[in-house]
């Protein structure tokens, strides 16, 4: 886990410390970006980012596709992909 995401894991207002959807709000909130700016970069809809951050499983794809873009928006963010997903 790199010191970004434990940081935002530890900062974060949204609930339970190990909370990856709040964990990754935190650190889209500390670069400033909107869920348009990461939604063009990482090519999912701003619906399944917020879901994501949300942690709404029942509105996200399973499997191979929610691994996907779980992996690509900690990538964006510079977490550590593989410790999140």
Known sequence: MTQDFASAVSD???GAVGSVGAALRGLR????????EVSSRIKFSTKQIE????EQWDHLPTGVSLRGLV??????????????V
């Open 12 to 14: 974060s207002s949204a």
């Open 51 to 54: 879901a994501l951050e949300n």
């Open 71 to 84: 992996r690509n928006y900690a990538r964006l963010l510079g977490a550590d992909a593989e410790a999140i």
């Open 29 to 36: 909130l500390s670069k400033g970006w909107s869920l348009d």
